[in-house]
């Protein structure tokens, strides 16, 4: 779980001195996981720009209040429209936050307050799913062994094991997530009619889906148990899928 948490590591003035507001542009706005274009509602987003914020603040225990995420962090807010965000970061240059449930696809405003001095409002929209796994580096999909070791090439995903993988974006639950709170029990997908899991670019029985939902303790973040294919090809290139919308290609399974 250690790696999960690595991953996961008022009034607004709407006439900020330019020089010192904080500053982005709507493509600086992206998918958390894939860091990506590719927005949701429920959805980890990573954005980027310069004079965010004053302080680098990492999220602690004590911010969460009655399991629900903050939405205020070093005097620093996210707007869509008048929803505000929950946070995970903030910095001068990248706030990670996470979008609220509540909000229905289509296009926002958006902006950063810091300290009562806002910045841009551009424009984003949110898409019904944003389907993306989070990945290391090298592009490897982050996924874990039962035992919870992670899934790499020193320890390699087997044929038929069961291993989970970690996703974000994969939109609505039943029942549906309180919004920026911490799920306290398995979640599943409302649409899992529609999902599936792409090995080596074909898609799998649906049947060796053992779970797709929210992980429980982890705002914003989902989870996906499957039982790999009995033949599996070594470091197969994985993808979600839900109906036609797919997470980024290119992303490999470590396996053998």
């Known amino acids: 779980m250690k790696t999960l948490l690595v991953i996961?590591?008022?009034?607004?003035?709407l006439c900020?001195?330019?020089s010192t507001a904080p500053n982005y542009t709507a493509a600086g706005i992206v998918n958390g996981a894939s860091f990506t274009p590719g927005l949701?509602?429920?959805?980890?987003?990573?954005?980027?720009?310069?004079?965010?914020?004053w302080d680098t603040r990492t999220l602690h225990s004590s911010d969460i209040a009655g399991g629900i995420l903050p939405t205020s962090l070093a005097n620093v807010e996210v707007y869509f429209?008048?929803?505000p965000a929950y946070l995970y970061y903030v910095s001068p240059t990248?706030?990670?936050l996470l979008i609220p449930s509540v909000l229905l696809p289509g296009t926002f405003n958006f902006w950063v307050a810091r300290q009562g001095v806002a910045g841009p409002i551009v424009?984003?929209?949110?898409?019904?799913?944003?389907?993306?796994?989070?990945q290391t580096s090298d592009g490897?999909?982050?996924?874990?062994h039962l035992d919870g070791s992670l899934v790499s090439s020193a320890k390699p995903a087997a044929p038929g094991e069961a291993i989970t993988l970690w996703a974000n974006g994969l939109g609505a639950t039943n029942p549906d997530v309180v919004p920026g709170g911490l799920p306290p029990m398995a979640q599943w997908l409302s649409h899992m009619e529609t999902f599936n899991i792409?090995?080596?670019?074909?898609?799998?029985?649906?049947?060796?889906?053992?779970?797709?939902?929210?992980a429980p303790g982890f705002a914003g973040l989902y989870q996906v148990n499957v039982r790999l294919p009995d033949s599996l090809p070594p470091n197969p290139e994985l993808r979600l899928a839900i109906g036609s919308t797919m997470s980024p290609a290119g992303i490999v399974l470590p396996a053998q």
């Open 8 to 13: 996961l590591s008022a009034a607004v003035c």
């Open 16 to 18: 900020a001195q330019p």
């Open 40 to 53: 949701a509602p429920n959805t980890i987003v990573s954005l980027f720009g310069t004079n965010l914020s």
């Open 81 to 83: 429209e008048g929803w």
């Open 94 to 96: 990248q706030i990670n």
């Open 123 to 134: 424009q984003v929209t949110l898409q019904p799913e944003a389907p993306a796994m989070f």
């Open 140 to 144: 490897k999909a982050i996924a874990t």
């Open 198 to 214: 792409w090995i080596g670019g074909n898609p799998i029985d649906q049947t060796r889906i053992l779970y797709a939902g929210v």
